[in-house]
């Protein structure tokens, strides 16, 4: 089983910036691709950026495009989301997950998913 733990979550200023980290456990076999999703209450879990784990590629929502990066280094099974520019509708518990298979954008394609961190940013 792999385990995924965020964190890096705050409050901030909009326009301010944060890192999030998703630690994942050392046996990632079979791993191909991991995201981040988050969540606002009254709404649903939306895919913000993935990166392939084994090969170049990465997704990012329009929202977040020119905003976030999203990254990997594979020495310390860490996968980072830089978030610049932050506007208040960014506020919303961000979830990391991994998947093997299926549509980047699908939170179904994703077999494992960490606990989340929130993120809030203030007008």
């Known amino acids: 089983r792999v385990q995924l733990v965020e964190s890096g979550g705050s409050s901030v200023q909009a326009g301010g910036s944060l890192r999030l980290s998703c630690a994942t456990s050392?046996?990632?076999?079979?791993?191909?691709?991991m995201g981040w999703f988050r969540q606002a209450p009254g709404k649903e879990r939306e895919g913000v950026a993935t990166?392939?784990?084994?090969?170049?590629?990465?997704y990012y929502a329009d929202s977040v495009k020119g905003r976030f990066t999203i990254s990997r280094d594979n020495a310390k099974n860490t996968v980072y989301l830089q978030m610049n520019n932050l506007k208040p509708e960014d506020t919303a518990m961000y979830y990391c997950?991994?998947?093997?298979?299926?549509?980047?954008?699908?939170?179904?394609?994703?077999?494992?998913w960490g606990q989340g961190t929130q993120v809030t940013v203030s007008s």
């Open positions: 990166i392939a784990t084994r090969a170049l590629g990465t």
């Open positions: 050392a046996n990632t076999y079979g791993i191909n691709f």
């Open positions: 997950a991994a998947g093997s298979a299926g549509r980047w954008t699908d939170p179904g394609a994703y077999r494992y």
